[in-house]
Structure formats: structure tokens, C-alpha cells
């Protein structure tokens, strides 16, 4: 962060949200998607609804396809509903990714169709290349506008097998954020054609996104984008070897191959007990091995949580750190 601080100088901070470092991190964000334009947003719940309101006001529908485990339908309190009267037509109920069927059996007019990449809560599961580009031409030939909420695309650029910008041309606009993978400290930024987003960033100003100043969250964004982007190869490989140890250990990961750097992990054995066994060893050793349990849905008796690498995790084998997991949880 300090280096970066270094290239800066206050007189050219921006000034609700123009100009200075946002203007520098909408440039490389558009340019590393192939995007002609790009806008910054302190949040990615306020990037979204933006996007999608600009596109369903131009079709003429609030009608948006999404997958029934999207974020903006779980953790984002009804908002996207109640303050932009989006209407959701559901692709696929449970941990799938849509494909073209699906989307096919959704009739009637719509004002664009989502796709989460990865499905943060079906397990961060990916489409393969193919049927990515089969739904994005399917929308092209209905004449939808596909939208990426690409909330951890950069995490998605090893199993894809393509670059960011590959993967962006199959959307009309997409979504990034900052503050997962790349450890920024908050923002997310939209891009899409230029006139676009210029309706998108009239839009931020109208949800009340334009703080006096975003150059912290810009500046540690274009930091994430220098040191952690290039490593998202090396944190997949590291998560399929992590997931490979465990499942000789008895601990069982969702997918059994990850399709990124996080997955699910999952125990026999009920969470409260389970998270009573991590706390301990944060007690007893400061190290903080998982997240907190949840009892699974699916099968009794079970409990899930969410396991992700990045930097802390590179500094362990994989043997050193699968020992530790299995000596935590399986107690």
C-alpha cells in the first residue's frame, strides 16, 4: 500500500469519485476486460443495481435471469427489488450454473440475465468455456444483454483457461470487485460499452455513490491488481492440491476438484461442535484455521464452511497445512 501511496500526490486525489487514482483504476480495469469504459462504485450490491437498472430501463423490462443462489438474491435484503422493482425469473434452483436450456425455458421479455461467476453459495462452481459461450450467444440471440457478476472473476481465469478480457467479450457489461481475491480494501467497478456506462455512473450518483473521495479503495485496488491478480494460477493449483489431501484425510470438499481458490469443505460431525473445536485452537495457538460451521441442509449429521487460498495459506505445504485441518476438525 505505501508503494503505491508513493504515486500519488493530494493534489491529484479525486473528488467524488473523478479523476486522480479512480480515474487510473477505471483505465486499467476497462483495458484489462476489453471494455471501452469502466465506473468505480464504493460497493458491488450498489454496482449491480446500477447496471441492471440501466438495462432493464432501455429493454423495457425489470424481468432479470439469475440463478436462484445469486448473492443479490441472499445478502442483499430484498433491496435490489424493492428500491430498483427488479422481477426475477429463476434459471436453476440448488448448486448449478445456469446453461442454455434453462435460460431458454424462462418465456417472455427480459431486462438482462446474470450469471455469477463463480456461484459463491453453490460452492463456487464455474461453467466450463464452452457452455459459457453457449449461453452468451444464446442471450445475444434473444436479444438479452448478458451481465457478469464478476465479483471473483479474476479468481475464475485458471479454470476458464482464458484471459479476463476473453471472458468479459461474452458479456455487454461486468461487474469486478476489489476487496476478495485482490484484498483491496472496498469497491467494485462496472464496465461495458462507453454510453452505457455512462448511464451506469449517473446512476451511482443517484444511490448515492459518490463519496467525497474513493482514492484509499482505488489505490489499494490497483495494488491488488499489480501483486495479487498475477497469482490466482498459483492459489487454484494450491487449492486442488489442498482438496486432494483432504479427501485422503476423510474430509470431504465441494466440488471434489475446486474450480478456483475457495471451496466447501465438509465434516461429519454437527457445526456447534465443530466450530467449538476451531475456536479452541484460536485460544489455545491464535491461529484461526476455518471460518464458523453451518449444519448442512442436505445430509444429517453434517456441517460445512467455506475454505479459501490466498497469501496466509502460500506460506504452509499443502501437507503442513492439511495436517492442521484435519487435526482442527476432525478433533
Request: with cysteine; hydrophobic share 45%.
Amino acid at each position: 500500500m505505501l508503494a503505491e501511496l508513493d504515486r500519488f500526490d493530494v493534489v491529484i486525489w479525486d473528488r467524488y469519485g473523478d479523476g486522480g487514482a479512480v480515474a487510473e483504476l477505471e483505465s486499467q480495469v476497462a483495458a484489462l476486460l476489453g471494455k471501452p469504459a469502466a465506473v468505480m462504485f464504493p460497493s458491488g450490491t450498489m454496482a449491480q443495481q446500477s447496471a441492471l437498472r440501466v438495462w432493464s430501463d432501455r429493454l423495457g423490462s425489470r424481468r432479470i435471469a439469475i440463478p436462484a443462489l445469486s448473492h443479490l438474491l441472499h445478502h442483499e435484503q430484498d433491496g435490489p427489488r424493492l428500491l430498483n422493482g427488479f422481477e426475477w425469473a429463476l434459471m436453476t434452483t440448488g448448486c448449478v450454473v445456469p446453461t442454455v436450456d434453462q435460460l431458454a425455458a424462462i418465456p417472455g421479455g427480459l431486462g438482462a440475465a446474470l450469471l455469477e461467476l463463480p456461484l459463491r453459495d453453490g460452492g463456487y462452481l464455474l461453467p466450463s468455456w464452452e457452455e459459457l459461450e453457449a449461453f452468451s450467444r444464446a442471450c445475444t440471440d434473444r436479444g438479452v444483454p448478458p451481465h457478469l457478476d464478476g465479483a471473483r472473476i479474476w479468481e475464475s481465469v485458471p479454470h476458464l483457461g482464458h484471459s479476463p478480457a476473453q471472458i468479459a467479450a461474452l458479456a455487454d457489461t461486468v461487474y469486478v470487485s476489489f476487496y476478495k481475491g485482490l484484498r483491496g480494501l472496498a469497491g467494485a467497478v462496472v464496465a461495458g460499452p462507453e454510453e452505457v456506462i455512462a448511464e451506469v455512473r449517473l446512476w451511482r450518483s443517484r444511490h448515492g455513490g459518490t463519496l467525497w473521495t474513493m482514492f484509499p479503495y482505488a489505490v489499494s485496488a490497483l495494488r491488488g491488481l499489480r501483486d495479487e491478480l498475477p497469482r490466482m494460477a498459483e492459489y487454484h493449483e494450491r487449492a486442488v492440491e489442498i482438496a486432494e489431501l483432504l479427501a485422503a484425510k476423510g474430509i470431504r470438499t465441494f466440488p471434489e476438484r475446486p474450480h478456483c481458490n475457495a471451496f466447501r469443505l465438509f465434516v461429519e460431525a454437527p457445526a456447534d461442535i465443530v466450530t467449538e473445536r476451531v475456536i479452541t485452537v484460536m485460544e489455545r495457538e491464535h491461529l484461526a484455521a476455518t471460518p464458523a460451521w453451518a449444519d448442512s441442509q442436505d445430509v444429517p449429521g453434517w456441517s460445512w464452511t467455506e475454505f479459501a487460498v490466498g497469501p496466509a495459506t502460500m506460506e504452509w505445504s499443502p501437507d503442513g497445512a492439511v495436517d492442521v485441518l484435519a487435526r482442527v476438525l476432525l478433533g
